[in-house]
């Protein structure tokens, strides 16, 4: 089946710095890419989506500054967290859309952010 | 913007007894999909249901979509441990261009 992996796994980094998270489609190209944050025991909250070549549509009360998303081919996503906070720490997961009929979903295993 | 209440939020049950996870929308829904997140884990796709009524089964697990397609339920019989796990419903949103998450119900299952 259709794999979306994620880099890193886990991160813990310092505040103030920048920190790079990438979602690969890895047997299908996706040409749609979502991003969600998730809070321990909360649902996952969507961010923003993310269309290869264009400009990444953020939800209400995302800071685009902040959050800064990349989908420069039809394989690769990148999110990066920009001075980062403490409360910036949570579980981030990317999405593709893609695969055999094109419309399945498929997920990351996620990326854990702590920020000290 | 859109929303889903899912309820309940938390459901414990002894091992074989049936569980029901409940998904409301105030909105007319296109359709609707279900996943499963165990704990420390990403969510894992498990259906999507489309057309008004509609019933689906895998094994032990019935969803259906209510005829008016607000509602959606996710049923399993039997329960075993390795049902252990927090359920999500995710209808599409508006636009049609994203999932959007509900809260979840979280199942735990004593043996």
């Known amino acids: 089946g259709a794999v979306v992996s994620q880099h890193p796994s886990w991160v813990i980094c310092k505040s103030g710095t920048s920190v790079k998270i990438e979602c690969r489609s890895l047997d299908f190209q996706a040409t749609t890419m979502f991003w969600y944050r998730q809070f321990p025991k909360q649902s996952l909250m969507l961010m923003a989506t993310s269309n290869e070549g264009s400009k990444a549509t953020y939800e209400q009360g995302v800071e685009k500054d902040k959050f800064l998303i990349n989908h420069a081919s039809l394989t690769l996503s990148t999110l990066t967290v920009t001075s980062a906070h403490p409360e910036d720490s949570s579980f981030y997961i990317c999405?593709?859309?893609?695969?055999?009929?094109?419309?399945?979903?498929?997920f990351g295993e996620g990326s854990w952010l702590t920020v000290v | 913007g859109q929303q889903v209440m899912q309820i309940p939020q938390y459901q414990h049950v002894q091992e074989g007894e049936d569980f029901t996870t409940y998904c409301n929308s105030s909105t007319t829904l296109s359709n609707i999909q279900w996943y499963k997140q165990r704990p420390g884990g990403h969510p894992v796709f498990l259906i999507q249901l489309v057309k008004s009524g509609e019933v689906k089964k895998q094994k032990r697990l019935t969803f259906q979509f209510g005829e008016a397609k607000k509602n959606s339920s996710l049923h399993i019989t039997a329960t075993q441990t390795t049902d252990v796990g927090t359920y999500f419903c995710?209808?599409?949103?508006?636009?049609?261009?994203?999932?959007?998450f509900g809260k979840g119900t979280t199942l735990s299952v004593s043996s």
């Open positions: 999405s593709a859309r893609g695969g055999g009929n094109g419309n399945t979903i498929y």
């Open positions: 995710a209808p599409t949103n508006q636009a049609g261009t994203a999932l959007i």
